[in-house]
């Protein structure tokens, strides 16, 4: 990503405002901070039928004001900014029929339907399915005309695109969906080869069962890709897993995602709809494992959509997010939107007599939270934007060669989930992935400590340090895996399997490695039953007992982040509590204090053993003038007269310290 090494992207849907406002609003972005704008391409907006019933594009306005996305691109050009365009097909987006053009809803092609046989739908119109060949062909003349029209002439170094980025959280969001929401119509099951029994009796079926599916949904992202051809690097956006319910959803997530984004595609991921993870541990969980699991960049964070909760629109909560981001290692930050947009034409509006109950959410302001307004008007949430583009400023190069300092590893082999992605009649949330990923978060809320994912290979060690690890366990699992975890437990280093631990592998075949390799005598190895009362604390005291416990305060997630060549290292600090927390520690030898306001987030940056910046970014009671709390970090205290958020750096002999409100 050309620009400054950790970019900042903020979503702005053109269609949604005025185009008179166009100039002004993208003005205003790049003085807060942005750096790449993201913007979806709605199909239906851009289409327009002739006299002659034949269909053409209007890129240029021709028809419509809003359609001139080529004018668009322009002025993001001329604001210094670069661009993603996001042309689906089905872009979602609180737009009608998620941007398709009414013409697909005819009956004339073959409809996505569950293993139930009801159909999807949005916005009341029969979803097509993506393994229809009218509807391929179809899609492939949308993304043609994306490539011929407007990717050529404005991707760089000829205009300011960058990338482009393919479907919607994978065609139409299955990625968050669980297995009996696939798609199961006739088209699918010839396009997938999954005409199988359901559900799959063995492992080793389920899991080539989840394998095609993901296969088939990498296919169809696949040909969006070379629809649009190599004049622009893709992107994916994968939706993070929901950990609640009783449908598998978690197993189901990670079935997809591990096997859907295409060769020389990027993937990315999207936090809007995850639920608050400051306020609910399991969120967090969802969360953590999520973005561990697919190691990618965030794409999508909430600044603004208040529909599930107005703390959105408070500055403390996307900036406690965008921190978190970072801190697992992200190299961009997501403002989902920017500019709360109150003027779109007819053709996108989301049709009310449908929406029922629920149109109120559509109707203007669109993300009502957001940091800038459609008029020019900054918004509170504008203050986390100023902070955290400070802060990328002054530290965003040394963050980005650090890594994340983490002391254990939990594994997870996706034939072992495929086999207990399937809901059974009787079934109960708490299986031995979900145990696992709570457990170990609960672990790192507690334990101060950090725990890497590693999705179907064993995780190094740290050399001299045997560096745990926790398995989610089940009935089946490659030999290979087997095979290199008997060799690490035979070593001593320590293993926990959550669950059932494997006996099969991935064809069924009676696999006696793990069994035999736990009788050997050097073996520091469990297996962890999460059947009984409260698992995921159960777990969390059989890890006490195999790592050091370095807690910062109660409820307070620690991160870290470093890098041994220039001695950097970054500590994040997580306030989840509703009540001021002080958070202690000592890094190198050197102890620190500081008073975290609820809900806030802090980062500490180091060079060797000295402090040479930080960022606060306050809870709730900083927008009323609260003063910056006090920080002491060796024989330095900071605090006292600074008023809101802060971010600071060490400048010669003395410090620079600046400080953001909301005007």
């Known amino acids: 990503m050309p620009g ?27 003085s807060l901070g942005v750096d790449v704008i993201t913007a979806y391409v709605p199909w239906r907006l851009h289409e327009v039928e ?31 900014l670069l661009a993603i365009l996001k042309p689906g097909p089905f872009i979602h987006g609180e737009v009608d029929f998620g941007g398709l053009p009414d013409r697909l809803d005819t009956g004339k092609m073959t409809a996505t339907a569950n293993w139930a046989g009801a159909v999807r739908t949005s916005e009341g119109h029969p979803l097509p399915s993506a393994f229809d060949p009218r509807f391929q062909e179809e899609v492939r003349t949308w993304l043609n005309a994306v490539r011929d029209q407007v990717l050529l002439a404005h991707t760089r170094p000829h205009g300011p695109v960058v990338a482009a980025q393919l479907g919607n959280e994978g065609l139409y969001g299955e990625t968050a969906e669980a297995m009996t929401d696939c798609d199961f119509s006739d088209a699918a099951r010839c396009g997938t080869g999954s005409a ?12 080539k069962w989840a394998r095609s599916i993901s296969s088939a949904l990498r296919d169809r992202l696949t040909e969006f890709r070379d629809a649009l051809g190599d004049c622009v690097p893709t992107v994916v956006n994968l939706p993070l897993p929901d950990i609640g319910g009783t449908r598998r959803e978690l197993e189901a997530w990670l079935c997809r995602v591990v096997r859907i984004v295409p060769d020389r595609t990027l993937p990315g991921h999207n936090t809007v709809w995850t639920g608050n993870l400051i306020r609910s541990e399991s969120v967090l969980s969802a969360y953590w494992f999520g973005v561990r699991a697919i190691d990618a960049d ?9 529909w599930t909760d107005p703390s959105y629109a408070t500055p403390a909560v996307p900036a406690h997010y965008s921190l978190l981001d970072l801190a ?42 957001a940091p800038v307004d459609e008029s020019g008007n900054i918004r509170p949430n504008a203050r986390a934007l100023r902070l955290l583009s400070q802060f990328l ?45 709570e457990g170990c978060t609960r672990w790192m809320m507690r334990s101060g400590q950090d725990v890497d994912v590693t999705v179907g290979r064993i995780p190094l060690d740290s050399g001299s340090r045997r560096n745990p690890i926790i398995v989610a366990g089940g009935r089946g699992m490659t030999a290979a895996l087997q095979e290199g975890l008997a060799v690490e437990i035979r070593s001593g280093r320590p293993v926990v399997f959550v669950g059932e631990l494997p006996t099969l592998d991935e064809h069924d075949n009676e696999c006696v490695l793990l069994r035999t390799a736990l009788e050997s005598p050097d073996a520091v190895a469990r297996v962890f039953d999460p059947s009984g009362e409260s698992p995921a604390h159960t777990l969390h005291e059989v890890l006490r007992h195999i790592a050091e416990d370095r807690p910062a305060a109660p409820g307070v997630l620690r991160l870290v982040r470093s890098d041994d060549q220039t001695g950097s290292e970054f500590t994040f600090l997580f306030n989840r509590n509703e009540t001021r927390q002080l958070a202690t520690g000592t890094r190198r030898s050197v102890d620190f204090s500081i008073e975290l306001e609820p809900w806030s987030s802090t980062a500490l940056v180091w060079t060797g053993k000295a402090l040479t910046g930080f960022v606060v970014a306050a809870g709730a009671d900083s ?26 750096r060490r400048a010669g002999s003395g410090w620079e310290i600046l400080t953001f409100s909301d005007h």
């Open 4 to 30: 400054r090494p950790v970019a900042i992207l903020a979503d702005y849907p053109y269609y949604r405002a005025d185009p008179g406002n166009w100039p002004g609003n993208l003005k205003t972005l790049r």
């Open 50 to 80: 002739t006299s002659q019933g034949h269909r053409r594009y209007d890129f240029d306005g021709s028809t419509q004001p809003h359609a001139d996305l080529i004018r668009f691109l322009r002025l993001v050009d001329e604001a210094d």
């Open 196 to 207: 199988v029994d359901w559900p799959p009796a063995s492992p080793s079926s389920r899991a």
């Open 298 to 306: 965030t794409m999508e964070d909430n600044w603004g959509f208040t």
């Open 328 to 369: 697992l290692g992200s190299t961009t930050l997501s403002v989902y939107t920017a500019c709360a947009t109150r003027n779109w034409p007819p053709v996108i509006a989301p049709d009310e007599s449908v929406l029922g109950d629920s149109s109120h959410l559509y109707a203007p302001p669109y993300c009502s939270g």
């Open 393 to 437: 400023d002054w530290h965003g190069t040394a963050l980005r060669k650090t890594r994340a300092s983490t002391t254990a590893s939990l594994l997870v082999d996706p034939v072992t989930v495929a086999a207990d992605a399937w809901p059974d009649e009787d079934d109960q949330p708490g299986r031995a992935l979900r145990t696992a990923v």
């Open 623 to 648: 927008s009323s003038g609260e003063q910056l709390r006090p920080m002491r970090v060796g024989d330095e205290t900071f605090g006292g007269p600074n008023i809101g958020d802060a971010v600071g």
